[in-house]
């Protein structure tokens, strides 16, 4: 068989560095990295004409996609980004905003309704806290500059009723929450305000506390991204999809066995050490699993909020959305 090239976009994360400088292969194929900071700058032109063969893509997207049978990319159990949500709950005191419950009614703005952190956002609120959003007046736009990142190729809409309005180019929703044009601000940003403005202030300011507990309750470390492959790829090539998930665990190994490395920091983190021991006794020896049995609890989770979101008709079983994985060839 002659070698596969194959164009791989994501974030620049540790745990697909092995990937990305070779260190990890994958017997005959070339990997031609495209690393990018901004998701949706990956997104967009994969959703539109499946700019890549390997690509990093939004939860959100690979579950909803793949129902409406849209989708010109299968999902694989491979989860580059992951990130608790509780400390991007943004609020301007003046609105009163004391307790989840005071969100009820308010202007929230949010980069996009359907983006993951605000679906993940919204069901920690919903199920945690009892807030009803039916509503909430959603102001979408970007957070720190002007337009809504991804533009339309990302936007979703859900079933179910909903108040929204796009918020003037000229402006953005972190000036917006300052000046009090909006309550509160979701999402996967902080806002250029906060810690400039008085008024601009975290819901959870002890948010690690918050997600800390939210994991010891319900097991859920929320999955913000998955790796996804581009279909016609996966047809031509059934052995790629196991190789590329097994690649992918031998390249988060590596990265974690560089950040345990006690001889000199892998990273720009004075107590480094502690984070990583902290991780452990909280998370046990592998902290950021791929597959679905690991995952389980995680992604039932999300698949019933993007359903009571209305994103979905029903919540989807994992088997629905991920591509099953035969054992990678000889």
């Known amino acids: 068989?002659?070698?596969?090239?194959?164009?791989?976009?994501?974030?620049?994360?540790?745990?697909?560095?092995?990937?990305?400088?070779?260190?990890?292969?994958?017997?005959?194929?070339?990997?031609?990295?495209?690393?990018?900071?901004?998701?949706?700058?990956?997104?967009?032109?994969?959703?539109?004409?499946g700019a890549f063969d390997i690509a990093e893509m939004s939860l959100t997207?690979?579950?909803?996609?793949?129902?409406?049978?849209?989708?010109?990319?299968?999902?694989?159990?491979?989860?580059?980004?992951?990130?608790?949500?509780?400390?991007?709950?943004?609020?301007?005191?003046a609105a009163g905003i004391r307790s989840p419950a005071d969100l009820a009614g308010k202007r929230i703005g949010v980069q996009g309704h359907q983006m993951t952190a605000a679906v993940w956002i919204r069901g920690l609120l919903r199920d945690g806290h009892?807030?009803?959003?039916?509503?909430?007046?959603?102001?979408?736009?970007?957070?720190?500059?002007?337009?809504?990142?991804?533009?339309?190729?990302?936007?979703?809409?859900?079933?179910?009723?909903?108040?929204?309005?796009?918020?003037?180019?000229?402006?953005?929703?972190?000036?917006?929450?300052?000046?009090?044009?909006?309550?509160?601000?979701?999402?996967a940003f902080i806002p250029r305000s906060y810690g400039k403005h008085p008024a601009v202030q975290r819901l959870f300011p002890d948010y690690k506390r918050a997600e800390a507990a939210y994991y010891a309750k319900t097991g859920v470390f929320p999955i913000m991204h998955a790796l996804v492959l581009r279909r016609d790829?996966?047809?031509?090539?059934?052995?790629?999809?196991?190789?590329?998930?097994?690649?992918?665990e031998q390249a988060k190994d590596q990265a974690w066995q560089r950040l345990r490395f006690s001889g000199a920091l892998a990273a720009t983190l004075p107590w480094l050490m502690d984070h990583v021991e902290e991780t452990v006794a909280a998370f046990g020896a592998d902290p950021w699993p791929y597959g679905v049995a690991p995952?389980?609890?995680?992604?039932?989770?999300?698949?019933?909020?993007?359903?009571?979101?209305?994103?979905?008709?029903r919540a989807l079983p994992p088997d629905e959305v991920f591509a099953p994985l035969p054992q990678p060839r000889a």
């Open 233 to 248: 790829r996966h047809e031509a090539h059934p052995w790629l999809a196991p190789a590329l998930v097994r690649a992918c």
């Open 130 to 187: 009892g807030l009803d959003l039916a509503d909430v007046e959603w102001y979408e736009g970007g957070v720190n500059e002007y337009g809504v990142a991804g533009g339309d190729i990302m936007e979703l809409r859900p079933s179910r009723p909903l108040r929204w309005q796009r918020i003037p180019a000229t402006t953005c929703l972190s000036d917006m929450l300052a000046e009090g044009s909006i309550d509160a601000l979701i999402g």
């Open 295 to 313: 995952n389980l609890a995680t992604l039932d989770a999300f698949s019933a909020m993007l359903h009571d979101d209305g994103y979905l008709d």
């Open 61 to 93: 997207h690979c579950y909803a996609l793949t129902a409406q049978r849209r989708a010109n990319f299968v999902t694989l159990p491979v989860f580059p980004s992951r990130m608790f949500r509780h400390g991007f709950i943004f609020v301007n005191e």
């Open 1 to 49: 068989m002659s070698g596969l090239e194959l164009s791989f976009a994501a974030g620049p994360y540790d745990r697909l560095q092995g990937l990305y400088d070779g260190s990890v292969a994958i017997d005959g194929v070339r990997i031609l990295p495209h690393v990018r900071q901004r998701p949706v700058d990956i997104f967009s032109p994969m959703i539109e004409h």
